[in-house]
T-cell receptor
């Protein structure tokens, strides 16, 4: 069982819809990363957060440490948001902050 | 170019060949990570460097895999006697220093073993 679980695995929505992607983890993650991966492989870091909420443009990420749950929201979705979104966390293990990744959510926004 | 770069971007190797994949991290970044991403899967950890020290190589799948970062900047991942199951995208990431910092990813090297 993956220690970082995402849902849904696939999500198709119309342009303009509000999108929510969820991430749950079962281990002591010290901070959670949300990453975006476009076809072709390149990964871009969207957020790193250890508490509360962060916002960047139309993207909002929240985390509840007690419940070990994080969400990524996209407002006013656009076809260019189509990508795979991955959550990942480093274990709280000083000296090595390797990431454990979720399986990803493939988002497709239809014009 | 201030980002993480990797070369080559694509590599096709015949089974049994040795390959070397290069990662140039962001200048001054202390930590460097290698990840392997099989088709349709999330990335998985291979190895981690802090400066030139390889602090964790627990994710390397076999002794055919070897990584180095001799001067604490550029890193090379070497795979000896490649096998078909080695086909994957190899991602390199760097972060500012030890501890939990945002990791910056390179574009990856897509390795295909035929």
């Amino acid at each position: 069982k993956n220690e970082v679980e995402q849902s849904p695995q696939n999500l198709t929505a119309q342009e303009g819809e509000f999108i929510t992607i969820n991430c749950s983890y079962s281990v002591g993650i010290s901070a959670l990363h949300w990453l975006q991966q476009h076809p072709g492989g390149g990964i871009v870091s969207l957020f790193m957060l250890s508490s509360g909420k962060k916002k960047h443009g139309r993207l909002i990420a929240t985390i509840n440490i007690q419940e070990k749950h994080s969400s990524l929201h996209i407002t006013a979705s656009h076809p260019r948001d189509s990508a795979v979104y991955i959550c990942a966390g480093p274990y709280s293990n000083f000296g090595n902050e390797k990431l454990t990744f979720g399986t990803g959510t493939r988002l497709t926004i239809i014009p | 170019g201030a980002g993480v770069s990797q070369s080559p971007r694509y590599k096709v190797a015949k089974r049994g060949q040795d390959v070397a994949l290069r990662c140039d991290p962001i200048s001054g970044h202390v930590s460097l990570f290698w990840y392997q991403q099989a088709l349709g899967q999330g990335p998985e950890f291979l190895t981690y460097f802090q400066n030139e020290a390889q602090l964790d190589k627990s994710g390397l799948p076999s002794d055919r895999f070897f990584a180095e970062r001799p001067e604490g900047s550029v890193s090379t991942l070497k795979i000896q006697r490649t096998q078909q199951e080695d086909s994957a995208v190899y991602l390199c990431a760097s972060s500012r220093q030890g501890g939990v910092w945002e990791q910056y990813f390179g574009p990856g090297t897509r390795l295909t073993v035929t």
